[in-house]
C-alpha cells in the first residue's frame, strides 16, 4: 500500500498570511499520462470533504484561485496565498494511482 | 445541481448487515466512476469501495473485501454499499462520492453507521 505522509499536522497561521502543506507518498504517484494522481481535500468542521486540486495542480471547479496545487513523483504541496478564516478545518491529500486508495493523516489549519 | 443524498445508516449489532444508499442527481450518473468513503468517530478519512460506469469493476479496502460490497443500478442513478458480518470497527460516517480525474469532486453529506451491542 502507498502511504501518504503530511506534514505539518497542526497549522496556526494569522489571516492574510500564505500557509503550505506538505504530502510526501512512499510510491511515485506518476501515471503513464503524465499526470500525478494525487488529490487534496479540505474538511470544514462539520461537513463533507471538499475537493480542492486534483492531478496535482488542477483547482476544482469553484475553489478560489488563492489556492494552488504543485509537486510530481512522491513530493506535494498545496499552498494558500493569504488565508481567510474560512479556509479552517483539515487538509487531506490522496493518492488513487493504485488501490487502495490512501490518504494523508490531516494538517489541521487554525486561525492565529 | 449534482446531489448525493444518502440513506440506510443506523444502529446495529455486531455480526448484523446494512445496506446503504445514494441517491445521485444533477449529472448522467452512467457516465462516472463512484466510491464509498468513511470517517470512524474523530478520525481521518478511509477509502472503501469504488465501482466502474457499468459496475463491471470493482474495488475494495482489504478490511472490507468480502464483507461489504458495492454495487449500481443505473437505471435509478443509484449507488449502493452493501454492509455484512459488520464489526465496531466498522462504526463511522459513510460517504459516496463521484470520481473526476482520480479525485471525488461531490460528496453527499454523510451517513453515520454505529455497530453496537
Known sequence: DIVMTQSPLSLPVTPGEPASFSCR???????????????????????????????????????PDRFS????????????????????GVYYCM???????TFGQGTRLEIK | EVQLVESGGGLVQPGGSLRLSCAASGFTFSRYWMRWF??????????VASISQDGS?????????????????????SLFLQMNSLRAEDTAVYYCARTLQGGSDYWGQGLLVTVSS
Open chain 1, 25 to 63: 507518498s512512499s510510491q511515485s504517484l506518476l501515471r503513464r499520462d503524465g499526470y500525478n494522481s494525487l488529490a487534496w481535500y479540505l474538511q470544514k468542521p462539520g461537513q463533507s470533504p471538499q475537493l480542492l486540486v486534483y492531478l496535482g495542480s488542477n483547482r476544482a471547479s469553484g475553489v
Open chain 1, 69 to 88: 496545487g504543485s509537486g510530481s513523483g512522491t513530493d506535494f504541496t498545496l499552498k494558500i496565498s493569504r488565508v481567510e478564516a474560512e479556509d479552517v
Open chain 1, 95 to 101: 493518492q488513487a494511482v493504485q488501490t487502495p486508495i
Open chain 2, 38 to 47: 468513511r470517517q470512524a468517530p474523530g478520525k481521518g478519512l478511509e477509502w
Open chain 2, 57 to 77: 469493476e470493482k474495488y475494495y479496502v482489504d478490511s472490507v473485501r468480502g464483507r461489504f460490497t458495492i454495487s449500481r443500478e443505473n437505471a435509478k442513478n
